[in-house]
């Protein structure tokens, strides 16, 4: 389900059209998360630490207004609830695309996802399927081998694309507990630091919240 903003009437107009006129539109935003709970309760309860924090992600994103924002044919959408387009790596260092979708309930996350990932990995090629070109997504990658500080990424300059992208990359011990890098990609003319703010506070708290082991 999906909306059109009044542009007339929206506080975000002059920004939208300022920054919408850029050749280069999207700012990204790097920050560690705090995910030494999260991290030891997936090791304790043999849970994928991957579709753990893709889910808090997740969570996050539909929490945070700014990030359910699209541009579709020069008007701003509000999506009701976003998925994830994920990249899956493979055995022979390949990687697929993979829409995964979002549930509230991670059992019923989890069980979707890894049945969506099994078909990517015994897959070929990049699976770029009609269903990845979906805007009520995030395009969501996970780099494990690298805490980065910085990342850009490959993407179209036509002004066709709002979608945000978000990466993790390598979790790594600092000042005694683990942390996750996690960085977005945004539209300014859609999104403010403010926004990735917001957007972070939530990730951070879905990442302390755990359920009980």
Known sequence: MKKVIDLTSWNRREHFAFFSQCDEPFHGIVANIDCDAAYQY???TKTSFFLF???RVLQAINDT???RYRIEDGQVIEYARIHANATISRADNTFGFCPIQF???FSVFSTDANS???KVKNGTGLCFTDECKRNDAIHFSAMPWINFTGITHARRHDGMDSVPKISAG???LQDGK???PVASFVHHGLVDAYHIH???SRLQQGMSELPEA
Do not use: I, P, S, T
């Open 42 to 44: 997936c090791k304790q």
């Open 53 to 55: 924090y893709l889910h």
């Open 65 to 67: 207004e700014a990030m």
């Open 103 to 105: 549930h509230e309930d």
């Open 116 to 118: 969506a990932m099994d």
């Open 170 to 172: 390598k979790c790594h």
């Open 178 to 180: 683990m942390q996750l």
């Open 198 to 200: 917001q957007f972070l």
